[in-house]
């Protein structure tokens, strides 16, 4: 091994090699810097917008002090320390910041949270830097900073010029104040007052980010070196596994075929049928294991229509054989799947026939999709349908009524004629009534959104039917999860489909039972599950429960269901049932 690698070292060109230790020197060096450069921009911006901050709540409380005090008449301008001691040393209380300045323009410090150095004058280095202030006075809201490393205990220091109260600005503002008006000089001292303010910040937490930068940066680069020198001893291990690729066409052959196809289920067999590879999918297909099927031949272990296109079709095969087909198998739990089997035989680098291939697609999803897409065209239809109609019958249903009660009226009350115009009049009142469901259900609903609490919506259609269902003899379960958070929906159609469910659910059970509600969160969305125990719904009544006039109740109109699910995907959300015959129903409504 020792004697490859010193091989494989001198077969390398020393130019080469040290090309590539220059480049990645380069690389780490330009790596190392920016990083570096980065985070010390960083952390001065950070250090730059708190100083700013500590300075706007300083200046912005002195100025409403010193108005509070304009607009009273009482002339305190030119002792502005009682208006700003306070508040620079609520301010000096955040950590990091060492104290807080007010000096006037020749560096006299006249407030500072420090308060041995009020009335002296700042150190040189500091006075020069808040002179260079003095030619930004025009530019309000401009901050300057600097490092101060000199000092025992290092600080960043930001200033900027100050003037409480605007000459121009308070004339706009108090154009009749009492000063204005007598023209008192006090008004004009107070107008002219120009200080700075310099807020000096701790530089402890820079230099910590600084150093662990530097600590970032050296650990990088060792890594950054180690990744180039692994690099370059892959590529010497991968020249002397050269001799190896025939070995591994087989399994590039399969890799191929896996990334063209994009498999969801894969079963694989070699040459002489066997199989060698099945996934985890497949297993919850055919509810059979890996371990079961591996090293066996798949009329074995298989269900037949997964095992049929897995045949070996001879030891070679000429590659036009792709078996395409939907089939319908049943998992574990009974449950029916739809699959769509696409099946290839492979072929190795040589030609060679290596096995077959077999990739499973479920498309029982996309099925129930199609579905429901095909039944939301009908019932579109048979909304535009229906409106139309109603439209066309309400305008001689309005003549009949109007003939039936002339007629009625020239009858005696007693009179069987009488009876029989009546009775003309309710049919006609009744058909009324079903063409305004009609138009009700067929017209897009103007939704009063607003958030709310759901739970409350579901108490208080529970409330509603509790008399009804005590009467049935079922009990109420409600199950709410603490802490879901509320939803924007139409409170009264959502109330008005809760109460639709409950009272189904009470319906279905006619010897009693219990009605069970349970609300929680799933990804974000709240899902209510409403279950009974009553007589249930055979699979052809549960594939048309929401198709208008669909009814298994003989007083039943068949638009409850209908209305409620459409009420549900005007919210945005989902409305589902799942039903066992004799042992009762559950309607899940999820709303976002």
């Known amino acids: ?270 040459n002489s049928g066997k199989i060698r590879l099945f996934n985890q999918f497949t297993e919850q297909i055919c509810s059979v294991s890996e371990a079961e099927v591996l090293g066996q031949l798949p009329p074995k272990v298989l269900p037949r229509v997964i095992s049929e296109p897995l045949s070996t079709r001879g030891q070679k095969d000429d590659g036009d054989n792709v078996y395409l087909k939907e089939v319908e198998l049943f998992d574990g739990r009974g449950k029916p799947l739809i699959l769509q089997l696409t099946a290839l035989s492979v072929v190795d680098s040589k030609g060679d026939f290596a096995g077959r291939l077999l990739l499973i697609q479920d498309l029982s999803q996309v099925k129930r999709l199609q579905a429901e897409v095909r039944r939301n065209e009908r019932m579109a239809a048979l909304g535009k349908m229906a409106a139309g109609v109603a439209h066309e019958l309400r305008n001689p249903l309005s003549s009949i009524k109007g003939l039936a009660v002339l007629l009625g009226s020239r009858f005696k009350k007693e009179s069987s004629d009488y009876q029989t115009a009546h009775i003309l009049t309710e049919e006609v009142d009744r058909l009324n009534r079903s063409i305004s469901e009609l138009l009700d259900y067929s017209r897009p609903h103007e939704l009063q959104k607003k958030s709310c609490d759901l739970g409350e ?77 009553g007589c249930g719904l055979d699979a052809v009544s549960l594939a048309k429960v929401f198709d208008p006039y669909f009814t298994t109740k003989p007083q039943g109109t068949g638009l409850g269901l209908a209305m409620s699910a459409k009420i549900v995907e005007e919210h945005g959300g989902t409305i589902t049932m799942a039903s066992d015959p004799g042992k009762g129903t559950t309607v899940t409504v999820i709303l976002s």
């Not at 980010?209 to 070196?225: D, F, G, M, P």
């Not at 269902?469 to 929906?489: C, H, K, L, R, S």
């Open 1 to 270: 091994m020792r004697s490859s690698e010193k091989q494989g070292l001198a077969s390398v060109s020393p130019w080469v090699l040290a090309a590539a230790c220059g480049l990645l020197t380069i690389i780490i060096t330009v790596f190392a810097v920016n990083n570096y450069r980065r985070e010390k921009a960083l952390m001065t911006d950070v250090l730059l917008e708190r100083g700013a901050t500590l300075i706007r709540f300083v200046t912005s409380g002195a100025r409403a002090s010193l108005m509070t005090a304009l607009r009273e008449n009482r002339i305190s301008g030119h002792r502005l320390a009682d208006h700003v001691h306070s508040i620079l040393e609520h301010g000096s209380e955040h950590p990091g910041v060492h104290h807080i300045t007010l000096m006037d323009t020749a560096g006299r410090i006249l407030v500072s949270s420090d308060e041995e150095s009020i009335g002296k004058v700042l150190d040189e280095e500091t006075l020069l830097f808040i002179k260079t202030l003095e030619l930004g006075k025009d530019e309000p809201g401009k901050f300057h900073y600097r490092m101060n490393d000199k000092d025992k205990t290092p600080s960043f220091q930001v200033a900027a010029f100050f003037r409480p109260i605007d000459r121009r600005r308070f004339v706009q503002r108090f154009p009749n104040h009492p000063m204005m008006m007598r023209g008192l000089p006090e008004i004009d001292q107070v107008l002219q007052l120009q200080y700075f303010i310099l807020v000096e910040l701790d530089l402890a937490q820079f230099n910590k980010a600084v150093k662990r930068q530097r600590l970032q940066i050296v650990v990088l680069s060792v890594v950054l070196l180690l990744v180039g020198i692994g690099g370059w001893l892959s590529i010497l291990t991968l020249e002397r596994l050269k001799g190896s690729q025939s070995r591994l066409s087989q399994v590039r052959a399969f890799r191929d075929s896996l990334i063209t196809f994009l498999p969801v289920g894969l079963v694989a067999t070699d």
């Open 457 to 533: 919506v579901i108490s208080e259609a529970l409330t509603l039917i509790r008399v009804d269902a005590e009467a049935a003899g079922v009990e109420i379960g409600a199950e709410f999860d603490a802490g879901y958070p509320e939803v924007a929906v139409d409170q009264d159609k959502i109330k008005q489909v809760f109460l639709n469910l409950f009272l189904n659910s009470i319906q279905a059970m006619e010897s009693g039972g219990e009605l069970r509600v349970v609300l929680d969160e799933r990804a974000g969305r709240l899902r209510c599950r409403v279950s009974d125990t």
